[in-house]
């Protein structure tokens, strides 16, 4: 058997997509309250985990800090879509020292209450 646990965390941060045609208000500086679900999936471990919620929080927590009141644009490389912003936090945690290697199966990342991007392996 396989289980998924997931852990939901926020930030705040402003980005632009300047590659946008001129008239899209996307284009502009404008910024989102961002919700960010990240799941993690295998077998239950001898502790009766996937993995611990607060090795999820420990491997999140730098990754939050470095987008939390950030200007987005700064931090990733490419355009900071929401696609490019949820590729990017599986990058991160694919590297992250405190959860066992490849356990993170999918990130959500909210902009907004009405949109989403899911990243999958």
């Known amino acids: 058997?396989?289980?998924t646990v997931s852990k939901k965390f926020t930030f705040e941060a402003a980005h632009s997509l300047p590659h946008l045609p001129v008239g899209h208000k996307c284009r502009n500086v404008h910024g989102h309250s961002y919700v960010v679900e990240v799941f993690c999936t295998?077998?239950?471990?001898?502790?009766?985990?996937v993995v611990d919620y607060a090795e999820i929080s420990a491997a999140m927590k730098p990754v939050v800090d470095q987008l939390d009141h950030r200007n987005l644009n700064d931090v990733l490389p490419g355009p900071t879509t929401a696609e490019n912003v949820a590729r990017w936090i599986m990058g991160q945690l694919d590297q992250a020292a405190k959860l066992p290697a490849r356990i993170v199966s999918r990130v959500d990342v909210h902009e907004t209450a009405k949109t989403c991007v899911r990243v999958e392996r």
């Open 1 to 3: 058997m396989k289980f």
């Open 42 to 49: 295998g077998p239950l471990d001898e502790r009766g985990f």
